[in-house]
């Protein structure tokens, strides 16, 4: 059973970078896209964005997030991380790795506990 | 871009049928995946491809989509199917993931 857990900090200053790694163990990375979501306290899921297992030039980003956000694989760890400089309060959220099943359309089918990114000084 | 439209909230007696709907333009024409999200927990998927039941999701979730309403059908709700539930697409004109934003299921 696949399974993912992000770690990090969990405390950024504002207009710094959040850097988050979401470590995959009991399955493979190869044949999938891996994905970083992310949900603000009491709202709803936001889409970050994801990036296929061989990494290249094999990503999509949120179209209002993609200045900012970086997403990078390393299989030979099993790992993907995640960039989102010039961070502000409203970048506050829970934030899930999950892996993506992409086939004509995408769904998310394993998703890691979540880990709770707070911006403040 | 694209949007996804949900009620804030449905509520349901136990043992009825809950119906959560999600409105998008033409989402007939997408595939579209619904996610349940417990209280403190990470989303889990229920459906995927508009119909599909992940192995493990009870009988008792449904799902079916047509012209611009899709819908999430819980059977015979129990009190552990409360929950907020997302739906989802892929909007290909964006290249974008797009969520709902969520429905909270209350069985009272």
């Known amino acids: 059973q696949v399974q993912l857990q992000e770690s990090g900090p969990g405390l950024v200053t504002p207009s710094e970078t959040l850097s988050l790694t979401c470590t995959v163990s009991g399955g493979s990375m190869t044949t999938y896209y891996w994905s970083w979501i992310r949900q603000p306290p009491g709202k709803g899921l936001e889409w970050i964005g994801y990036i296929y297992y061989n990494g290249n030039t094999n990503y999509y980003y949120n179209p209002s997030l993609k200045s900012r956000v970086t997403i990078s694989v390393d299989t030979s760890n099993n790992q993907f991380s995640l960039n989102l400089s010039s961070v502000t309060a409203a970048d506050t959220a829970v934030y899930y790795c999950?892996?993506?099943?992409?086939?004509?359309?995408?769904?998310?089918?394993?998703w890691g506990q979540g880990t709770l990114v707070t911006v403040s000084s | 871009s694209y949007e996804l439209s949900q009620p804030l909230s449905v509520s349901v007696a136990p043992g009825q049928t809950a119906r959560i709907p999600c409105g998008g333009n033409?989402?007939?024409?997408?595939?579209v995946h619904w996610y349940q999200q417990e209280p403190g927990q990470a989303p889990v998927l229920v459906i995927y491809?508009?119909?599909v039941r992940p192995s493990g999701v009870p009988e008792r979730f449904s799902a079916s989509n047509s012209g611009n309403t899709a819908t999430l059908t819980i059977s015979s709700a129990q009190a552990g199917d409360e929950a907020d539930y997302y739906c989802q697409v892929w909007d290909t004109t964006t290249g974008s993931v797009v969520f709902g934003g969520g429905t909270r299921l209350t069985v009272l």
């Open positions: 999950a892996r993506a099943v992409t086939s004509g359309t995408t769904n998310f089918d394993h």
């Open positions: 491809r508009d119909d």
């Open positions: 033409n989402i007939g024409f997408k595939n």
